[in-house]
């Protein structure tokens, strides 16, 4: 603790006396009680004064620091591993089913996880993945603008302009692939970009007429 405390004559101005300000900064008493303001002395005669400012000033900054949370690291988002089907074009290629392989995804487990798989399978394989011949079989597709999963009935609604092109082979069979992992999908209906498949309604599955060989 550092306490400041200052003897001084009454009348005294200390701008005005030029061995006051010396003696001052030596350290010597004078035999009256005063303190120094920023405009010179208050020289009214009175009890000693102690001004503890710089404890003050001190505590201040202490309490605002003390005060202060500590900063605290963002907790990562917990992760679930899904499995993302995509075309085996060699064994595609020479009639060997199935045509899909398996490969793994991390997603964040908050999200919707037949939502995430679909994701992921427009996303398309890695490099790595289509160096050992995995592909994405998109018919024209570019995605899916919207999900649905009611009383076991799951809808697609594809985006882009869908065309087999004769193939048997198209991304509905990478659809029903992904999502009959998931034991709450029974049945799977795929709408084209006009909202339009083959069966709407009932517990069946279906595709749109586009995907049709």
Do not use: H
């Not at 003696?23 to 002395?41: A, D, Y």
């Not at 003050?56 to 917990?78: D, F, H, N, R, Y």
């Not at 339009?196 to 069946?204: H, I, V």
Request: one cysteine or more; charged letters at 15%; glycine letters at 6%.
């Amino acid at each position: 603790m550092f306490l400041a405390e200052l003897w001084i004559k009454p009348g005294f101005s200390l701008e005005s006396n030029t061995r006051m300000r010396k003696n001052l900064r030596k350290g010597e008493q004078l035999p009256v009680r005063g303190i120094i303001t920023r405009t010179g002395v208050y020289n009214q005669a009175m009890p000693r004064i102690v001004l503890p400012i710089l404890v003050l000033t001190l505590a201040i900054q202490a309490c605002s620091i003390s005060g202060s949370p500590a900063p605290t690291e963002p907790v990562p988002p917990a992760m679930v591993t899904l499995t993302i089907y995509f075309t085996d074009v060699t064994r595609y290629q020479v009639g060997s089913e199935s045509y899909e392989a398996a490969v793994p995804r991390t997603v964040p487990a908050s999200a919707s996880l037949p939502e995430a798989v679909l994701t992921q399978l427009f996303f398309g394989p890695t490099e790595e993945e289509k160096a050992q011949g995995l592909e994405v079989v998109l018919s024209g597709t570019t995605g899916f603008s919207n999900l649905t999963i009611e009383n076991g009935i799951a809808r697609v609604y594809l985006i882009g302009t869908c065309a087999s092109q004769g193939a048997t082979y198209t991304i509905a069979n990478l659809i029903y692939a992904n999502l009959k992992q998931f034991p709450e999908i029974r049945w799977i209906k795929i709408y084209d970009q006009n909202n339009e498949t083959e069966t709407p309604d009932g517990q069946s599955s279906s595709i749109p007429f586009c995907l049709e060989p």
